[in-house]
């Protein structure tokens, strides 16, 4: 009978960086089709939607998308750290739940943020959008990234 083969790999701050950068713009992704389609069911065409996400209403739909794609990533990075400094505190304890309620509370101070700071000093139409619906999409955020840092440990 073989027993199988466990891979201890270090990973450094450095990797979990980039690790968080790729996943928080997969997330960031996952998160503006989550925004495109809540408004498009309350009639806004997905392509208004985009232009969102720019820091004015002026903005063009591709600007918006890069945007957000960029801070999701830049949000990505901060959290990759932060998991992994949790884990290395945690030790075993960091299982897939712990990992997944960081993703999310993660996600929900991005959301105040945004609510508290961004948005107040921008003219997005972000700030027209439904509260709820704008801190389940953070929370959604929030759980995608911390569910793709974590597929691997």
Known sequence: MELPIQINKQIKLGDAAVE???YGIVAGLVM???VVAFEWLAGVMPLEVLSY???DAAAPPWVGLFTHVAVS???GVVFGMLALGVARALGERMNPGVRLGLGVLYGLLIFLIAEWIILPRTASPLAEMSVWALALAHALYGAVLAWLVGRKA
């Open 20 to 22: 968080g950068l790729m």
């Open 32 to 34: 503006t089709l989550f």
């Open 53 to 55: 996400f720019g820091v």
């Open 73 to 75: 990533g830049i949000y």
